[in-house]
């Protein structure tokens, strides 16, 4: 079945450092790709998507790219911020199924 | 628009009971959603439905049941709860396209304990 595998947390960074989040999925069909974000005590919210291969999803200054051939949506972020501390989720959508990762938590320390 | 609503948001329940975690949403999404989320496994799928009428079976379906009656609401019955099912439940919802999958929108949780 379908799946997805995220790097572990958690990752801790110092402001303005360089994110990347790794994510890989296993999929048939046409996924559609996301990254949640969740912060604590609340639901997940979108954070960006991508529908088809090679499309980039971008939001906040958070960007991943819809690698087919590697099957990858990695996250990244050119400087991160105190705010942007939470719990990332990768996700894939399938035929009314989505699967997740398991979340990486990233803290950011002033 | 209130988006996706759960309730309640805590409850504590004893080993044997039922009972109902109600979800609803405003948005007119025919796909709908149940997960639960345990420390260090993600999210995992219970169970969804692409409209009223029409439900199936996620990855963790046992000891849960859901109907849907009306596009708005999509329960989730714990039949007779067991300590393994401690967990946060979301509720989410979201527009069906065929083969195309669109972003969800996430309640805010309920924090479920069986002692």
């Known amino acids: 079945g379908d799946s997805v595998t995220q790097m572990e947390g958690p990752v801790t960074l110092s402001e303005e450092a360089f994110l990347t989040i790794n994510c890989t999925y296993t999929?048939?069909?046409?996924?559609?790709l996301f990254w949640y974000v969740q912060y604590p005590g609340e639901g997940l919210q979108l954070l960006l998507k991508?529908?088809?291969?090679?499309d980039k999803g971008s939001n906040k200054g958070f960007e991943a790219t819809y690698r087919k051939e590697t099957t990858s949506f990695h996250l990244e972020k050119g400087s991160v911020q105190v705010s942007d501390s939470a719990v990332y989720f990768c996700s894939v959508g399938n035929f009314n199924k989505f699967y997740f990762g398991s979340g990486t938590k990233l803290n950011v320390k002033p | 628009n209130a988006g996706v609503t759960q309730t309640p948001k805590f409850q504590v329940l004893k080993t044997g009971q039922s009972m109902t975690l109600q979800c609803a949403q405003d948005m007119n999404h025919e796909y709908m959603s149940w997960y639960r989320q345990d420390p260090g496994m993600g999210l995992r799928l219970i169970h969804y439905s692409v409209g009223a009428g029409i439900t199936d079976q996620g990855e963790v379906p046992n000891g849960y049941n859901v109907s849907r009656s009306t596009t708005e609401d999509f329960p989730l019955r714990l039949l007779s709860a067991a300590p393994s099912q401690t967990s946060v439940y979301f509720c989410?919802?979201?527009?069906?396209?065929?083969?195309?999958?669109?972003?969800?929108?996430f309640g805010p949780g309920t924090r479920l304990t069986v002692t």
């Open positions: 989410a919802s979201s527009y069906t396209g065929g083969i195309w999958s669109y972003e969800q929108y």
């Open positions: 991508a529908t088809k291969a090679d």
């Open positions: 999929a048939t069909g046409y996924p559609s």
